[in-house]
């Protein structure tokens, strides 16, 4: 425990202090801490899958409070209190329809357990597994909440539990170790994403073509080196995006892979759209709306080319779908940086405020990190489950994420 | 930060309210009201005694009934040209004297921007309405049209009266502008009325009256009165005067095509660069689309052209010094290169004398055009400079070929004073004017880059004690905005500053957006600084108003719809090096890799739909007035 404990605190320590950034390097931490906070988390024999719900769940808090912009976190979180659901849920079916076919083969104190707790709570159960495969629906409202649904299953499982310890622990353990192998599975995908959408790219770029992108992403860096190895040529626009220049970062890895890549200022973004055929970029987050959050001065590529009808293409591992639907998220699932980036201390820093509250600062210095760019603005999402329109994104979100885990 | 932006529907209904001279009326009463009552009857005389077709040329007759005989309406136009042309004076016109001759001219070595502003704005605002006889004296060069070819005509032998006639059509023609047969029958109209009302006035003796000292007479008078008594003395040297239309068109043909060349024009740019004084070298890595634009390796010729200095006899070091300015971006922007650029010229004209068997005429243009083609080299020409350039070799021709060497030499430097103080100056000066009228308490203004115009707004503004908040928006690689941001600073202006790219976040809270423009064309497109037609898109989607400030001598008749078929490349090596960001290396040792191109733009076309007024020296009009303003003031150009 206090490993795992320990673990926690420096990983929310580097959340907090901006140490890990990207949504997949923070994806890929967040699950795998929540997969040791799983193994090493010692399960009582009543209500193991509540108990490691609660467990997943104080982690997340610290977790996403550390960083709560970068939402991959809590998108990971979410995931993985499904997988407990699910697995938990899965668990209990196949034990009540291994009860109801194999009545007779079982052993006694299996039989004692379903005369006992089963018959009571099976309607419940039934009201649970409604709950968490199909989030919310109008039937799952009128059948009672689900929090109540599991809480009688239990109570009453723990209730009669003393006599079959050896029993139980083996379910436990299958429980725990049908987690760990979904977490696991949640590992495998967020990082073969890359792959997943790489795949699609020669569905989408034709020869010749002129690609917009500006940020950093790894994705998009896949994505435009799967079509050219496919002997697609096409040529490259990087926008250097100025505070970071996350742009030349970018242009240095296509050139090195080979492809035709420019690199222009960001206010040239408008001039050269109209001779760009698409524009690609990868998403910070998703949202439940099919708005995304981008690298800063994306807002400005979409709008221009919503002017020059340019298709916008958002790469999006499924790890960056949010299920929340934002609120104002310019301003408050965004993040301000340091003006040292901008303008150097040195010469304004007579104006500048430092927090001092001395009277009015004369200058202010803005420096976000993050732009969003609304869903009419996106022409199609590539996810590493295919292509998505905007308006398909809560669809798919509710494949993803079960309704209870929703507000953490 | 916290409140956001208050319900739109604050946002100032007025600012689609455009019109032609001022936003309100009050004001418009006002400026009627300040101009000194001398000069608007000092003004009306020489117009109105004119035939009224000869008044039909006049350019400020904004908005034109074409073919208009009644009698009321050249008196009407006649008031609308005081009132446009002498408004400005009544705040800044002691401005022209102390300007030119004093701060300008007497820095010889980086004309910055900045020094530039400070060196007149203050006097500007501080002495108002002094110096009324050379506002006289601008007054009346800026009475259009009938003054020159009065001139020309006058001095005429009657034979080559006929020629003179041609030749103005020619020019007229060949500046594209497209002229009905009614309008062309007009011109002709008004020039043989302008010739018999000269013929009488020329006969009957005007004295010689120095210049602008009375108001009640024109510089132009005074020209003409000159000339007639010398008469007999130019005549001589005036012997191939039957030629004194084609050197001029020629030029124009030679000139016309230079700003645009197309780079991709292999035989041409073979041909350029044996002429060429600036041995550019070409940059390596181009990027494809952009082949019909020079694109030269930066800060390589400097030094070279350095110590040419001395060498080059046929440059002109005055243009020689302007040209290395452009090339090493001492001086940048619009106005400040047009006006090192004319005041280049006029050295060149003050040390200018007309070699043996040549005309001055003739010998001057090619001279010009030589010393412009050299700063072409240094760096493409803004449309200001080219509308400049058309100005000074307009007057060139059109200097009436019996003025003395000495006297055309005056002419030509109070004509060259006078654009730089009438077209520039005073234009900004309108501009503020009508600017400030657009700023109220409480707003926050937004602009980008660092336009002159819009500088002086915003200093204007906090002059008037307005209360109101600026964000400066800018990029890289110039980074201009930091200066504009330092100017404000230290004047006590409230700032906020960002890069281009955060230009959605802070655009919640801006109430106006002021640009500055490069030019503007004829359909309504501003050509700018690169990143403009951004923040007027974003603007635009977030329902903010954009105002774009621009003097109406860098109008120009040319349409263009992208940013790529026109345009100019900076120095792609800027891109790669970040300035001041030693962290920021992930490009070096790539910039010779045939893969990585940069490509550094200088200029964006920002269509006209996301612009709401553009607010110039002719007052504050749509975009869709603006060929209107280029028509009137071609005609302006090409007559006074």
């Known amino acids: 425990m206090p490993d795992v404990q320990s673990m926690v605190v420096e990983f929310v320590n580097k959340l907090r202090k901006r140490k890990i950034e990207g949504s997949q390097a923070t994806a890929k931490y967040t699950v795998e801490l929540l997969r040791s906070v799983i193994s090493q988390h010692r399960v009582p024999h009543a209500n193991q899958a509540a108990a490691l719900i609660d467990a997943v769940k104080a982690v997340g808090e610290q977790l996403v409070a550390a960083n709560p912009v970068e939402l991959a976190v809590g998108n990971v979180v979410r995931r993985v209190l499904h997988i407990i659901r699910e697995e938990d849920l899965s668990l209990t079916t196949a034990a009540m329809a291994g009860l109801d076919l194999l009545d007779a083969s079982d052993d006694d104190d299996e039989d004692n357990c379903k005369g006992i707790g089963y018959p009571a709570m099976s309607a419940a159960v039934v009201a649970a597994a409604r709950s968490t495969l199909r989030p919310p629906s109008l039937q799952t409202l009128l059948e009672g909440t689900p929090e109540s649904a599991t809480v009688p299953y239990t109570s009453s499982s723990g209730a009669d539990s003393e006599s079959k310890t050896a029993d139980k622990s083996s379910i436990t353990r299958k429980l725990k170790h049908d987690v760990i192998e979904g977490v696991n599975q949640l590992i495998h995908e967020i990082a073969g994403c890359h792959e997943q959408i790489a795949e699609q790219a020669i569905e989408h770029i034709h020869q010749n073509e002129v690609i917009l992108t500006l940020g950093s992403s790894r994705t998009v860096l896949e994505f435009l080196c799967a079509a050219k190895e496919k002997k697609r040529s096409f040529r490259v626009f990087v926008a250097e995006g100025a505070p970071r220049y996350q742009g030349h970062l970018l242009a240095k890895e296509l050139v090195a892979r080979g492809l035709q890549t420019t690199v222009i200022t960001d206010s040239a973004v408008f001039a050269m759209i109209s001779r760009v055929n698409m524009v690609i970029i990868g998403a910070h987050a998703v949202m439940a709306n099919g708005g995304v959050i981008g690298p800063v001065g994306v807002n400005m590529a979409a709008l221009a080319a919503q002017k020059h009808a340019v298709p916008f293409v958002v790469l999006a591992g499924s790890h960056k779908l949010c299920p929340l639907y934002p609120h104002n998220p310019e301003v408050l699932l965004n993040e301000l940086r340091s003006p040292s980036e901008l303008l150097d201390f040195g010469e304004f820093s007579d104006c500048l405020d430092f927090g001092a509250g001395s009277g009015s600062p004369l200058l202010q210095v803005v420096n976000p990190t993050f732009d969003y760019v609304p869903p009419n603005l996106v022409s199609l999402f590539i996810t590493d489950t295919g292509g998505h329109n905007p308006s398909y994104m809560y669809r798919l979100i509710a494949d993803y994420y079960s309704a209870d885990d929703l507000v953490m | ?640």
């Not at chain 2, 908005?63 to 446009?84: I, K, M, Q, V």
């Not at chain 2, 007497?106 to 060196?119: C, E, M, N």
């Not at chain 2, 634009?293 to 010094?321: C, I, N, R, S, W």
């Not at chain 2, 635009?540 to 105002?547: G, I, M, S």
């Open chain 2, 1 to 640: 930060m916290e409140s956001r932006r208050n319900p739109r529907a604050v946002v100032d209904p007025k600012v689609r309210q455009v019109g032609f001279f001022t936003s309100s009326q009050p004001d418009s009463t006002q400026q009627q009201q300040q101009q000194p009552d001398p000069i608007a009857s000092a003004s009306s005389p020489p117009v109105s005694t004119i035939s009224p077709s000869g008044n039909s040329l006049s350019p400020v007759m904004i908005p034109p009934p074409r073919h208009n005989s009644s009698d009321t309406f050249p008196l009407r136009g006649a008031a609308a040209a005081a009132a446009s042309a002498v408004s400005p004076s009544s705040f800044s016109y002691s401005s022209r004297r102390d300007f030119p001759d004093g701060s300008m001219t007497a820095s010889p070595g980086r004309v910055s921007r900045g020094s530039f502003i400070k060196s007149y704005v203050p006097v500007a605002s501080s002495l108002p309405g002094v110096g009324i006889d050379s506002m006289a004296a601008a007054k009346s060069s800026s009475v259009p049209a009938t003054g020159l070819t009065t001139v020309s005509v006058v001095n005429m032998p009657p034979g080559l009266s006929e020629e003179v006639q041609s030749d103005q059509k020619n020019n007229s023609k060949s500046l594209k502008e497209k002229t009905t047969k009614a309008e062309r029958r007009a011109l002709q109209e008004a020039q043989r009325a302008a010739k018999a009302a000269a013929k009488a006035e020329g006969g009957g003796k005007v004295p010689p009256v120095t210049s602008g000292s009375v108001a009640g007479t024109s510089v132009k008078a005074a020209k003409t009165a000159k000339p007639t008594s010398q008469k007999n003395d130019v005549v001589v040297a005036a012997g191939p005067s039957e030629k004194k239309g084609g050197p001029s068109e020629k030029d124009r043909k030679k000139d016309a095509p230079h700003p645009r060349m197309q780079y991709d024009d292999e035989s041409r740019v073979v041909k350029a660069k044996r002429r060429a004084v600036v041995k550019q070298t070409e940059a390596k890595n181009r990027v494809e689309l952009f082949r019909h634009l020079p694109q030269y390796e930066h800060g390589t010729q400097l030094p070279d052209l350095e110590t040419k200095f001395f060498q080059l006899d046929p440059m002109h070091p005055a243009v020689y010094k302007v040209g290395l300015q452009y090339l090493s971006g001492d001086i940048s922007g619009g106005n400040a290169r047009c006006i090192a650029m004319l005041q280049a010229f006029q050295e060149v004209v003050k040390d200018y004398s007309t070699p043996p068997e040549k005309t001055l005429n003739r010998d001057m243009t090619a001279k010009i055009s030589s010393y412009v083609s050299f700063l072409i080299e240094c760096r493409p020409l803004s449309v200001s400079m080219g509308n400049a350039i058309r100005f000074v070799k307009n007057r060139i021709a059109k200097l009436p070929i019996t003025l003395s060497e000495s006297e055309a030499k005056a002419a030509l430097q109070s004509d060259i004073e006078m654009f730089i103080n009438e077209k520039i100056i005073v234009a900004d000066n309108v501009i503020v004017k009508h600017a400030v009228t657009k700023i109220r308490d409480g707003d926050v203004l937004l602009t980008y880059g660092s336009p002159t115009a819009v500088e002086m707004v915003l200093l204007r503004a906090h002059e008037l004690r307005k209360k109101f908040r600026v964000l400066v928006v800018d990029s890289r690689p110039k980074l201009e905005g930091q200066l504009l941001l330092r100017r404000l600073i230290k004047r006590g202006i409230n700032c906020t500053y960002t890069h281009i790219n955060a230009i959605s976040y802070i655009m919640h809270e801006v109430t106006k957006v002021f640009l500055g423009a490069s030019s503007v064309l004829s359909n309504g497109t501003v050509y700018s600084r690169v990143g403009t037609a951004c923040v007027a898109m974003v603007a635009n989607a977030f329902r903010v108003p954009v105002l774009v400030c621009c003097e109406a001598y860098k109008f120009h008749e040319r349409v263009q719809l992208d940013s790529i078929c026109s345009n100019e490349l900076g120095d792609p090596n800027a891109i790669s090096k970040v300035r001041g960001r030693e962290d920021i290396n992930y490009l070096d040792g790539l910039t010779n890799n045939a893969n990585l191109q940069f490509l550094n733009l200088m200029y964006d076309a920002t269509p006209s739909d996301y612009i709401s007024m553009i607010i110039t020296d002719y007052g504050m009009v749509p975009p869709t007035s603006v060929p209107v303003i280029v028509r009137e003031y071609q005609k302006e150009h090409v007559l006074v």
